[in-house]
């Protein structure tokens, strides 16, 4: 079985699967749309450009394109949901979703883009798989099997924000974190920042988050962003937003700030 590379980051726009060879962003719809990700992703993971519908994301799941399908997650499957009647786009175009976890609980990790909204997001979906306002149809198994044992940890970079400390960067990125956290932070980037101690980091280093693939759901502040608005768009509250990231001034975020959603 193949090794699985979970993606936790947006993809880069020289990247080929989801943007120059995409069918979707070269037809004028590419991200942020959930179809140009997943097809690219799915793209991405085989290699070999997918067979899956072109059309809106419910449509997904009812096309003939060869692949399997069933309700019970997969790594490299494309997680599908419709809304209202398919076919009918007046009452919403559904979603789909690329599962890049599964946790022993059956809840799943999912990396996602959204139709004129967020280029990339990764979201933590309980067992069961619903979605607010949609209806869960099941998954499109890759062709490839991939070995769920054997799922490689990737990195992602924080750069440190004026006012950062370590407990404060690892309860961004950790849920229940404890100083064996702390310090597997440290040790990741004593090599590029030999000063780096528990207490001791600089506004900004580029810091190496290791192992994040227990995310449940983050957002990468961007210009213009508030926090009224990020709380609406992700069914949520400037109060929590405000706990849950130790914001002490609610109308002071900064372009690339990465919060915490739950």
């Not at 996602?112 to 949609?134: E, M, P, Q, V």
């Not at 869960?136 to 198994?141: K, T």
């Amino acid at each position: 079985m193949t090794k699985y590379v979970p993606r936790l980051d947006a993809p880069a726009k020289d990247n080929k699967y989801y943007y120059k060879d995409n069918i979707f962003y070269t037809s004028g719809y590419g991200m942020p749309n959930c179809t140009a990700y997943a097809w690219g992703r799915f793209y991405e993971l085989t290699g070999k450009k997918p067979k899956l519908s072109t059309a809106n994301a419910e449509r997904w799941y009812d096309k003939d394109d060869g692949y399997k399908r069933g309700k019970t997650p997969k790594l490299g499957a494309v997680a599908c949901w419709k809304q209202g009647i398919v076919g009918n786009s007046s009452d919403g175009a559904g979603h789909v979703a690329i599962v890049e976890k599964i946790y022993d609980d059956g809840a799943i990790l999912t990396s996602n883009s959204a139709w004129k909204g967020t280029n990339f997001y990764l979201k933590k979906i309980s067992k069961g798989f619903n979605l607010n306002g949609y209806d869960f149809q099941g998954f499109i198994y890759n062709p490839i099997t991939f070995d769920e044992n054997n799922i490689t940890q990737e990195e992602v970079l924080y750069e440190v924000l004026k006012g950062d400390n370590l407990t404060k960067i690892c309860n961004k990125f950790y849920s229940n974190h404890k100083k064996s956290t702390i310090d597997m932070v440290v040790n990741a980037n004593k090599k590029k920042y030999p000063s780096i101690t528990a207490n001791y980091i600089v506004t900004g280093w580029e810091l190496i988050i290791p192992g994040i693939a227990n995310d449940e759901e983050y957002y990468t502040v961007k210009k213009g962003d508030t926090l009224s608005e990020i709380a609406l768009k992700y069914n949520t509250t400037v109060a929590n937003l405000v706990k849950l990231n130790d914001i002490k001034n609610p109308d002071l975020i900064v372009v690339g700030q990465k919060l915490r959603l739950k």
